[in-house]
């Protein structure tokens, strides 16, 4: 076993980005997080938080990470945002980064996404052609030992199976190696693999909503769902014209009969939408 010892926290590159994303928002958008001190939290609980492609773009270390690795990346813009709200002593106001004016050359047709553009940015130009009803899902969830109360948060994704803990909890894992002189019976391992319970109170749950939508010049093609959230949900309605910018993602399909069902759709996961 290595001697390298492991220390909590960010690693080189989160850090980095880290730094980039509080520096473009404290050159560019101080004014924000002014406007935050006379918002109504009760009537504005999100405050959506623009900030313009080219900016991104033109910091390199976020340019190529917004790009190569958007969600992660996005994560820890909002990150920074939690971070800074509560330095202007904002708490009650979540923050969401919605990067808008995103450039032509990522302009997509809903008729052209094929299964080789996964995991890409696009800009699409749509009619919501359905609206599906408000949904929630778990996007944090937090796991509490049974024994000695330690906590760990997994991290979810929509329509997936709930994920757990890997292994037992580690803090009574550390404990049993050392009572057991490292060599722990399996009964007892799979004890310690079971004390880990979901709470509700801790995990995190997030509005989300489907939106079925079809090229503006093309209504009678096979349209896409695209997945909004928070603010989003229940803004727009069957007919409106808008601009999604989200990350093509793929999806089993909805009517599977079987669980290794190895069809797939495309989905679009939009981090922001522009009214046109």
């Known amino acids: 076993m290595s001697d390298e010892r492991l220390?909590?926290?960010?690693?080189?590159?989160?850090?980095?980005?880290?730094?980039?994303?509080?520096?473009?928002?404290?050159?560019?958008?101080?004014?924000?997080?002014?406007?935050?001190?006379?918002?109504?939290?009760?009537?504005?609980?999100?405050?959506?938080?623009?900030?313009?492609?080219?900016?991104?773009?033109?910091?390199?270390?976020?340019?190529?990470?917004?790009?190569e690795m958007p969600v992660s990346t996005i994560e820890l813009a909002n990150e920074v945002l939690r971070t800074m709200v509560a330095e202007y002593e904002v708490s009650d106001i979540r923050c969401i980064l919605r990067p808008v004016s995103l450039p032509s050359e990522r302009t997509k047709s809903i008729s052209a996404l094929r299964m080789r553009n996964r995991g890409t940015i696009v800009s699409c130009v749509v009619r919501v052609k359905?609206?599906?009803?408000?949904?929630?899902?778990?996007?944090?969830?937090?796991?509490?030992?049974?024994?000695?109360?330690?906590?760990?948060?997994?991290?979810?994704?929509?329509?997936?199976?709930?994920?757990?803990?890997?292994?037992?909890?580690?803090?009574?894992?550390?404990?049993?190696?050392?009572?057991?002189?490292?060599?722990?019976?399996?009964?007892?391992?799979?004890?310690?693999?079971?004390?880990?319970?979901?709470?509700?109170?801790?995990?995190?749950?997030?509005?989300?909503?489907?939106?079925?939508?079809?090229?503006?010049?093309?209504?009678?093609?096979?349209?896409?769902w695209v997945i909004i959230d928070d603010e989003y949900v229940d803004r727009f309605s069957v007919g409106d014209t808008v601009r999604i910018n989200g990350i093509v993602q793929i999806d089993p399909v909805p009517d599977r009969n079987f669980m290794k069902d190895t069809r797939r759709i495309l989905q679009i996961h939009a981090f922001s939408v522009e009214p046109l």
């Open 130 to 224: 359905d609206v599906g009803p408000r949904l929630g899902y778990l996007q944090e969830a937090l796991y509490v030992c049974a024994k000695c109360d330690h906590r760990e948060t997994v991290k979810q994704r929509i329509a997936r199976e709930r994920k757990r803990p890997d292994g037992p909890c580690k803090e009574c894992f550390n404990k049993a190696m050392v009572d057991f002189e490292g060599k722990i019976p399996y009964s007892y391992y799979e004890s310690l693999r079971k004390s880990m319970k979901l709470t509700a109170e801790g995990s995190f749950y997030k509005d989300i909503q489907y939106l079925s939508v079809s090229d503006i010049d093309d209504s009678s093609a096979q349209p896409i």
């Open 7 to 67: 220390f909590p926290g960010p690693s080189p590159v989160q850090a980095d980005t880290l730094n980039a994303w509080r520096e473009l928002f404290e050159s560019k958008h101080s004014a924000d997080f002014a406007q935050l001190k006379g918002t109504d939290c009760l009537e504005e609980p999100i405050f959506t938080f623009e900030v313009d492609y080219r900016d991104i773009d033109q910091n390199d270390l976020l340019s190529l990470y917004f790009n």
